[in-house]
C-alpha cells in the first residue's frame, strides 16, 4: 500500500491527470493487489485483472463499484475463480467483462490488452466522460458480436451466452441489443446450455480437490477401500501421477481439469517452500520443491530452488543433482552459471569437482 501511494502522488505531481480516469492494472498476485488497492481507496475508475481475481478475504461489494476487465487462460489454474468473479459482479453492480485465450497461467496476449483499453474507453462513453465516438463504438459493437457469434458457431453454447450478455450490458444504450438480448435468452432456455454451466462447476470443484490432494494429501475416507490410488504417497509422488494423468488423457475437456488442478498444485508447492526457506526450514522445503518439481520438471525456477533446499541441508549429491536438472532447463545458461556462481547455499560445495563441471560446461 506504501508503494501504491507513492506512485499515485508521484504521476499526480509529474503528469496532469484526470482523476476520473484512474485504472489499476496486475497479473496474478498483482491482479490482487490492483483490486484490493481500487476497494480501498474507492479511487479507481476501473481495474484490469490478469490471472486471478479479488484478494481472497474481499469480494465485490455494492459500495465500491469500478470497472472490471479480467482476462484469464483457459489452462490456468486460477480460471475456477475468475469465471465465477463474474456473476459476482454482475451481482453487485459492477461493469464488467471476460477475456479468455488459450493459455495457461501467464499474462493475457497483446489482444487483450487492446480490447481492454478499448472497452474502458467505451465504458467512459456511456458515462459520458467522453465524447461518443460512433465510429469507434460501431466497431467495437460488430467486432464483439462477430466474436460471440463465432464462438457460438463454434458449439461452446455456453460461453456464447456469457459472450452476448456481456456485450449487451456493455453496449445497452449505445447500440441495438435487441436481436442479442433474444439470443442470449434462447440459449439461457437451452437443455446443452443448463448442463454445460452444471458441468463446469462439477469440473472447478474436482479442480480443487486434485490440487488440494497433491498439496495436503488425500483424507482417509471411513472405509479404507475408498481410498485414492495415490493415498499414503508423497506430494511429488502424487503430483508426478498428477501429471502423467494430464499428459495421458485424450479428452481435451478433462485434460484441461487436471492441467490447472496440476498448475496450482505447482504453484502452492512453490508458496510454501518459499515460506519454509524463509523461516530457515529447509528441510520441509526440499519436500515441498520436489513436488513442484514433479509437477512442471521444465520449471528451472523450481529446480533453482531445489537445489538451494538441499544446499542449506548440506545434502552436496541431491544439490548437484538439482542444479544439473536446473542447467538442462536453464533457457539463458550464462545467467544460471552467473546465479550458481553467487548463491551462498552452494557455499560448501564449490571447490568439489562436480561443482566446478557443472560451472565449466559451455
Known amino acids: 500500500m506504501e508503494a501504491a501511494e507513492a506512485m499515485f502522488r508521484d504521476t499526480h505531481e509529474r503528469l496532469n491527470l484526470d482523476d476520473r480516469a484512474v485504472y489499476f492494472a496486475g497479473f496474478s498476485g498483482g491482479a490482487r493487489v490492483a483490486a484490493q488497492i481500487a476497494l480501498l481507496c474507492k479511487c479507481a475508475t476501473g481495474v484490469l485483472l490478469s490471472g486471478a481475481g479479488f ?48 493459455g495457461a497461467h501467464e499474462w493475457a496476449p497483446e489482444e487483450a490488452m487492446e480490447q481492454a483499453f ?30 460471440a457469434s463465432s464462438t457460438e458457431r463454434s458449439g461452446t453454447l455456453l460461453r456464447a451466452r456469457r459472450e452476448y450478455l456481456q456485450i449487451m450490458d456493455t453496449f445497452d444504450g449505445l447500440e441495438d441489443v435487441t436481436v442479442l438480448r433474444a439470443r442470449a435468452d434462447s440459449l439461457g432456455r437451452e437443455k446443452s446450455v443448463r448442463e454445460a454451466a ?40 502424487r503430483a508426478r501421477a498428477l501429471r502423467l494423468r494430464a499428459e495421458q488423457e485424450k479428452r481435451a475437456d478433462r485434460a484441461r481439469v487436471y492441467k490447472r488442478a496440476l498448475t496450482g498444485a505447482f504453484v ?28 512442471m520438471p521444465d520449471s528451472e525456477w523450481a529446480w533453482r530452488n531445489l537445489a538451494i533446499a538441499d544446499g542449506q541441508e548440506g545434502n552436496r549429491k541431491q544439490t548437484i543433482a538439482a542444479l544439473k536438472h536446473a ?16 548463491e551462498p547455499a552452494f557455499e560448501p560445495f564449490r571447490t568439489t569437482p562436480e561443482f566446478q563441471n557443472l560451472l565449466n560446461l559451455n
Request: proline share 4%; with cysteine; aromatic share 12%.
Open 55 to 102: 484478494p481472497s478475504n474481499s469480494t465485490p461489494a455494492r459500495d465500491a463499484t469500478f470497472q472490471v476487465f479480467s482476462s484469464v487462460g483457459t489452462l490456468d489454474f486460477n480460471y475456477q475463480e475468475v469465471v465465477p468473479l463474474q456473476e459476482k459482479l454482475e451481482q453487485a453492480g459492477y461493469p464488467h467483462w471476460l477475456y479468455l485465450f488459450d
Open 118 to 147: 478499448a472497452w474502458f474507453r467505451v465504458q467512459a462513453m456511456k458515462a459520458k466522460r467522453l465524447a461518443q465516438d460512433q465510429t469507434f463504438l460501431a466497431a467495437q459493437f460488430s467486432q464483439a458480436v462477430t466474436h
Open 198 to 237: 452444471k458441468q463446469e462447476r462439477k469440473d472447478f470443484e474436482e479442480q480443487m480437490r486434485l490440487t488440494s490432494e497433491v498439496l495436503v494429501g488425500p483424507s482417509a475416507p471411513a472405509d479404507a477401500s475408498d481410498r485414492s490410488p495415490d493415498f499414503g504417497k508423497s506430494a511429488a509422488e
Open 268 to 295: 502452492g508447492a512453490m508458496e510454501t517452500g518459499a515460506d519454509y526457506l524463509e523461516n530457515h526450514d529447509s528441510a520441509h522445503a526440499t519436500e515441498a520443491f520436489s513436488c513442484a518439481t514433479e509437477a
Open 327 to 342: 542447467r538442462d532447463v536453464a533457457k539463458d545458461k550464462a545467467a544460471w552459471t552467473e546465479w550458481m556462481s553467487a
